[in-house]
Nanobody
Framework: EVQLVESGGGLVQAGGSLRLSCAAS????????IGWFRQAPGKERAGVSC???????????ESVDSVKGRFTISRDNAKNTVYLQMNNLKPEDTAVYFC????????????????WGQGTQVTVSS
């Protein structure tokens, strides 16, 4: 059974930090890129960051609420786990954060895709 389980979310004040974890099982972890997406209330799910399977290349969303320079993605293939270190959090980072196993970074699979986690809530207070 494919499982991706996120953890590490919570309530934090603006400027604080959290580290999210995504623990995977039920598939060959090394063969997949792992992405982090987030969904704020009333908004569509959007990509945040991704780490490739091959050489560990990392990618970050470059948008109005850019996470580049504040978030760091990493993976530990021995533990089948991907991390998202989030520093200098802002209220606009408030969302449910999901991890997903991808064939390649840049993919945006449908919500019915089997390789999504269930999400973890991150709330940043001002």
């Amino acid at each position: 059974e494919v499982q991706l389980v996120e953890s590490g979310g919570g309530l934090v004040q603006a400027g604080g930090s959290l580290r999210l974890s995504c623990a995977a099982s039920g598939f060959t972890f090394d063969d997949y890129a792992i992405g982090w997406f987030r969904q704020a209330p009333g908004k569509e799910r959007a990509g945040v960051s991704c780490i490739s399977s091959s050489d560990g290349s990392t990618y970050y969303a470059e948008s109005v609420d850019s996470v580049k320079g504040r978030f760091t993605i990493s993976r530990d293939n021995a533990k089948n786990t991907v991390y998202l270190q989030m520093n200098n959090l802002k209220p606009e980072d408030t969302a449910v954060y999901f991890c997903v196993a991808l064939f390649r970074c840049g993919d945006s699979p449908p919500l019915t895709y089997d390789y999504w986690g269930q999400g973890t809530q991150v709330t940043v207070s001002s």
